[in-house]
């Protein structure tokens, strides 16, 4: 089912780009946090015109400052507005081309015209992906996922209409076992987890603790990502660099699905170099803790991530193609508009 578009802005009210990037989340479930982020910067252009090169970029720079710096965990929107931004800069670099020498008005009308063309097409891309890496997937093989990442569970389901497998699914301790539903559990997960099962496909779920065990009965692993970056790596859930380091030392194929806009620009060494900040480690004597209190596990929050280094990757499916680690470089030089 199509989700609802936009309604068009309020040009009377000042506009809110860290509301209007959680409502277009919010509303369309199937939005990526790249993707919402363009949307809502094509928004803000619609509902702030400006009438000139040097208005439209400050704009643009102050309101994706803004919006990165209200979010806990801003890398994979940060793919989108870069992705926006470098597209919109090598655009207004070559006004010429666009109408008349000065016309501005139409240099934005293309601005945002494409830029809506490149939303739908990024909604499209895991059409492609599945299309690519169905392959991977062959017939009587145990595939193990984790994350409730919706390119993945595209994938799983394009491959279940033509071949017949097992999956084994990685979930937080509240919702393994066959996943009794709990508050703030894993609920995407969940949901893949039931959509599989409702298509015939036979579904284990198992807790974290279990991947080591249960890798010696997987034939590959297969992962989604928030964001894929310059070496050839990804930032993932918090629980998947275990994955790939088990899957490399079981000899396990382990691949990584990803659409292209989800590519970027950060180039970390290590899991303590991501630009976020995380207190996944949280030292605390009794007299830390107050009594009755409950402590909340921010391992298993779903705003918590890890760094998978690229030497742990097989392959990165795309929508671009199937990708080795060492060529996300040169994908990220390129334009997707």
Partial sequence: MAAPTPTAPDVTKPFDIVATYNELLRSDPDLTMPIAAIEALVLLLTHSP??????????????????????????GLSAGTDLFQRYLITTLQRPGQLGPAGDFNAIRAHLLSNGRLFIRRAKESRDKIAAFGRGFIRDGSTVLTNGGSRVVASLLQKAADEKRFKVIYVLSPAKANDGDASPGGDVEGMETVRELRANGVPVATIPESAVAYSLGKADVVIVGAEGVVENGGIVSRMGTYQIGLLAKAMGKPFYVVAESHKFVRIYPLGQYDLPIEQHVINYQTAEDIPDGSKQQSLAHSSDVVDFTPPHLISALITDSGVLTPSAVSEELIKIWF
């Fill in 50 to 75: 400006s009438s000139t090169i040097s208005e439209t970029l400050d704009l643009l720079e102050k309101s994706t400052t803004h919006l990165k710096k209200s979010i806990p965990n801003p890398i």
